[in-house]
């Protein structure tokens, strides 16, 4: 099964939704959609789904031509962050109900029930109504519903948000599992890089309707096409400041110099941004070539074992990310340090020209 996009854009009053695309997703893979509220996620997934048509390109689905064909007429399983489950119906009815339309007997209907419900933790709730479940209870129904369809094609559009911590945490292994057995095409949308790290397999980072890369997770994490997709794939979104080579020397913001090593030795002589993540920003120096960076600081955040700090930095704002609790004192100065194999190099215009020494060597 594969699902190919051939230069399919989406444009509504006049306003692109989509940009045009090329995109080719395989029988089981699990695929992310990357990107903040409003990139083009469930834009993209109702065009995969056939609840839209695109105002151009074509959608073929195993090598067919499906552009105007029904979502009703196409195997789609697909569960919203807003989950859709019938009121008046048990769990256990919701679950089987894809099943009833396919006419499966009532000893494949029962068994199948039983096994997504054990998988979603819904045994017990089997005999109840959607509206006497918790959120996260009903969006599991609305999951377990997807997962006995056996769909070619699986959408997920932010499928989790509605779960607690430790239940999220055990489905994002799970599902890619469960669906990847089946050899479905896998989607699923999310706002957040670190969710897309743990699910794996390909991500489509995107912004503002257009997919900016698309390729194996680690590979779009580690080197971004663009310093848009850097940080789309970075949370908080990765830190930028300007970057001038000169010789063997580096010149950052006003005045910060580095040799330039490794890689970044055989750059040419120019203007350039420099890149780093907000995880590589420290405020204790590690090492003897670390980057020191004079900030003041405008906000902090405590997560309970991590502080974010949001600096000012010539007019540039930063963020990041320490370990530990700290009692820092909003508008004070604050030197931050960053070793320069966290930092990525792009041109002006935004493309990569050498990814963080780093991300190379692992």
């Not at 105007?68 to 119906?89: C, E, L």
């Not at 933790?121 to 006497?132: A, C, G, V, W, Y």
């Not at 930063?318 to 609790?325: A, D, M, N, P, Y």
Request: charge should be negative; glycine fraction near 8%; include cysteine.
């Amino acid at each position: 099964m594969t699902l190919e996009f051939k230069d399919v854009s989406k444009t509504i009053d006049g306003k692109v939704h989509i940009h045009p695309t090329d995109l080719t997703l395989e029988r089981g893979t699990m695929n992310v959609l990357l990107g903040p509220t409003l990139s083009g996620k469930t834009s993209l997934m109702r065009l995969m789904a056939g609840l839209d048509a695109p105002t151009a390109g074509r959608v073929f689905w195993e090598g067919k031509d499906v552009t105007g064909q029904r979502v009703q007429d196409r195997k789609v399983a697909m569960v919203y962050q807003q989950f859709i489950n019938y009121p008046s119906m048990t769990v256990y009815e919701n679950i089987a109900s894809p099943l009833r339309l396919m006419r499966k007997s009532k000893a494949e209907i029962d068994t199948a029930v039983r096994q997504a419900a054990d998988l979603m933790q819904l045994s017990p709730m089997l005999d109840r109504k959607p509206l006497e479940l918790s959120g996260g209870q009903q969006q599991r129904c609305a999951l377990a519903r997807a997962l006995v369809k056996n769909a070619g094609l699986v959408l997920l559009d932010e499928p989790l948000a509605n779960l607690d911590y430790k239940l999220r945490e055990e489905l994002r292994v799970e599902i890619p599992k469960i669906f990847a057995e089946s050899g479905a095409v896998f989607v699923y949308a999310t706002t957040e890089p670190e969710e897309a790290l743990l699910l794996g397999g390909n991500t489509a980072a995107l912004w503002e309707g257009r997919v900016t890369q698309f390729d194996l997770t680690p590979t779009v994490y580690r080197r971004p096409v663009d310093a848009t997709t850097a940080r789309v794939f970075s949370d908080p979104p990765m830190n930028f400041l300007k970057v001038e080579k000169t010789g063997q020397t580096l010149t950052f913001g006003t005045g910060q110099r580095a040799e330039a090593r490794g890689a970044l030795a055989t750059l040419a002589d120019g203007r350039y941004l420099a890149g780093f993540r907000p995880n590589h920003v420290e405020i204790a120096g590690r090492g003897e070539h670390d980057l020191t960076f004079d900030t003041r600081l405008t906000v902090t955040e405590l997560t309970g074992s991590e502080t974010f700090v949001h600096l000012d930095h010539d007019g540039d704002r930063w963020v990041g990310l320490i370990h530990g609790v700290h009692t820092l004192d909003i508008g004070a100065a604050l030197s931050v340090h960053v070793d320069p194999a966290h930092i990525y190099i792009f041109r002006e215009t935004g493309e990569l020209v050498a990814p963080a020494a780093y991300a190379v060597a692992v």
